[in-house]
DNA sequence: TTGTATGCGTTATCAC
DNA sequence: GTGATAACGCATACAA
């Protein structure tokens, strides 16, 4: 018995060549842009394709050339508004280009390796993910699979992976040093989850313009990276002391949170506390919250990715292009503390 | 001349095979989980397959079994949350089928049929997409292709063509009684683009809601089907008359702008106007907002969508389902006007 | 310009 | 349990 075929089989080429009584081969070349067919025969067998809804299909052209023509894309969670124009961005980006997008959501960081095993499997050309890689270990099995992987916002780079950053220790610095100008002499620091390098790099080039300053190293709050788990963790902070008078959050959505909880408690921002996030999500420019923070340009980040995979030199990985952060000062760090 | 291969060719079958000292079959036997092999040959060919870092292909069982595992996704544009959440839902569901996800992003609902064609091309086994289909003229084009299509909010069903909808009409209706419950009077409609079939049969629905009640027709604004469209129009009704005591918005996004306008001119939500939206993205839990919207269950869309798919008896279209979308109550229509 | 033949990498069938 | 072989749909080198 042979194989077990879809009810509704597509047509082919053959299907085609058949019903216009002419060669399959001619049928390729009907549909090959510069092949040497006579618009006759060309006519002929547009007519034969249009009658039995003929599409060419690409994955023969994908067994011969080696190329498909799709580029992976691996996110962790659309729920964060940064990741979705991260992915929204690439998408347009690759579809300019005449490449597709082969999507996968994974739950965890840990799951890239499973992820990429399967896109390998589907021979895409390259692999970007806003995942870190976490460990050398898992980065030299990655690098066997010989995909070309661009990784945003990871310290690593290795054979075939390269890296597109933030320059996230010198915005941490640039953060410190706007509210310490406003007035500011105690922050606090939300921090991510541990897991992320960037959100550390962050929190760590606060500090440093903080003691730059000459002001005490920031309170440090650990939190859930979402809205929910800023809110909660401002709002435990609260329960303990007096707020400081600026907050700086590893990521926006945190920070709307953070902000939110302040106004629970009947405190102002910017009024009392001045707050500023990071990833410019659209809801940091909504009028309710007026959010300064770092835009990471989704959109050039993206650019640079496909920069890379598209020069066969810098393909094969070990690559690091840093994009800087734009600061984007609103009005959560406007209030003068004096 | 072969045709040009790409410089790093992925391992092959054969490549394993040679070094294994075994058959190609026994490669594939290796690899197929209930396949006939003796531990020992399994053992050999994974040996000589991790050294040479060999992942199968699935291109080739593409051609054979006529099913690529790929379904397409085409969504316009991940700026609204509820679009990444439906995108993020679909995503999961059909990873955990093993379906990988191609995902396409078109600027408009015109570029539909195009999109179609392309993923037509990479033989996807059927393609969902949140956009409208226009015209039963375009809707024939796409049944020409003949790959099972699912639409999500879109009136139209045709061969190879099923729906999966919100019963928006009754949601409209639901919408009136509620406002007209807390004592509105008077009421807008702030409806979304004029191309979305699905917000129009909200605004009908809450317009025979009002009517119902012996209320007047809703003050209607046109805007743009997003934060900065609802915040424009909300601002433009208030420069020339007072604001109406309930406001329903065709989605969350518009009412979260049209909640920051009412407030910029110093008109208090829920205190002076009741507002409420539709989808429940994150954002309308948010605290600042605590809006009352209707949630329409992307999760449940998404299974239902598969679950059209699965079944060939319907996945050649024709199909309607409707999800009811759940009334999600929270303060912003809480205030009691009497 | 057009037709014929070959190969891409895999799975299924058949003979051993 | 193992190896040889056909087939999937298309693009290309070559022959006509």
Redesign the interface.
């Known amino acids: 018995m042979p194989?077990?075929?879809?009810?509704?089989?597509?047509v082919s080429s053959i299907d085609v060549a058949r019903l216009a009584g002419v060669s399959q081969s001619a049928v390729s070349r009907a549909f090959s842009p510069g092949a040497s067919v006579s618009p006759k025969m060309r006519a002929k067998v547009l007519e034969a394709a249009a009658a039995l809804?003929y599409?060419?299909?690409?994955?023969?052209r994908?067994?011969?050339?080696?190329?498909?023509r799709?580029i992976g894309i691996v996110v962790g969670?659309?729920?964060n508004?940064f990741y979705?124009?991260v992915?929204?961005h690439f998408?347009?980006a690759l579809?300019t280009r005449g490449l597709?997008?082969?999507?996968?959501?994974v739950p965890h960081a840990l799951s890239l390796d499973g992820a990429l095993?399967?896109l390998?499997?589907?021979?895409v050309?390259a692999v970007v993910t806003a995942l870190a890689v976490g460990s050398r270990q898992a980065a030299s099995a990655l690098s066997?699979?010989?995909i070309p992987i661009v990784c945003f916002n990871s310290r690593l780079t290795a054979p075939w992976i390269s890296t597109i950053r933030s320059n996230n220790r010198a915005a941490g610095r640039l953060a410190a040093e706007l509210l310490a100008d406003r007035g500011v002499r105690r922050a606090a620091w939300l921090a991510g989850p541990a897991d992320s390098a960037a959100a550390r790099e962050r929190g760590r080039g606060f500090a440093d313009g903080l003691a730059a300053r000459g002001l005490l190293p920031p309170i440090v709050l650990a939190a859930d990276d979402s809205?929910d788990g800023g809110?909660a963790a401002m709002g435990a902070l609260m329960h303990r002391e007096p707020p400081p008078a600026g907050l700086f959050c590893s990521n926006d959505l945190m920070a709307?949170?953070a902000?939110?909880?302040l106004?629970?408690r009947g405190l102002s921002v910017p009024g009392d506390v001045l707050v500023a996030g990071y990833d410019n999500i659209?809801?940091a420019a909504?009028?309710?919250?007026d959010l300064t923070t770092f835009d990471q340009q989704a959109e050039q980040m993206a650019a640079a990715a496909l920069e890379l995979l598209d020069d066969?030199a810098t393909a094969?990985g070990g690559q690091s292009r840093t994009i800087p952060a734009r600061l984007i000062e609103r009005g959560s760090t406007s209030g003068l503390i004096t």
């Open positions: 194989p077990a075929r879809p009810p509704h089989p597509p809804g599409r060419p299909s690409v994955i023969p994908i067994m011969l050339s080696g190329r498909s799709m969670g659309l729920d508004p979705a124009a992915l929204d998408a347009t579809q597709q997008t082969l999507m996968m959501r095993d399967q390998a499997g589907y021979r050309d066997a699979l010989r809205y809110y709307c949170g902000i939110d909880a106004r629970a659209p809801q909504w009028h309710g919250y066969p094969t």
